[in-house]
């Protein structure tokens, strides 16, 4: 059997969970999945996947901005408590 080495790394307990999850459905624990990736690493010489920013349409940029602002000051916006008082709404509204 070869020689091993100890890696020690930190990640947020959720996460870890999440992966653990994961992986388990895939046959695999963390240690096999750390060492696919650390060969992949040496075999391409490279991280082997595209590392990059998460970008949304404009449309969606300004929905999740508007939720942070609604969750963070849900009093200063209109609720409703069922869907027939959202279409009131709409069939009353004039800037329709």
Request: proline residues 3%.
């Amino acid at each position: 059997m070869a020689k091993t080495d100890t890696l020690n790394i930190r990640i947020e307990p959720e996460l870890k969970k999440e992966v653990e999850k994961t992986l388990n459905d895939l046959g695999m624990n963390v240690a096999d999945a750390v060492t696919i990736f650390l060969k992949q690493v040496v075999m391409t010489d490279s991280i082997p996947f595209a590392i990059k920013k998460t970008s949304y349409s404009r449309d969606l940029s300004e929905a999740i901005v508007e939720a942070e602002k609604i969750e963070k000051n849900p009093d200063n916006y209109k609720s409703y408590s069922n869907l027939s008082e959202i279409v009131e709404d709409i069939n009353n509204d004039e800037t329709i």
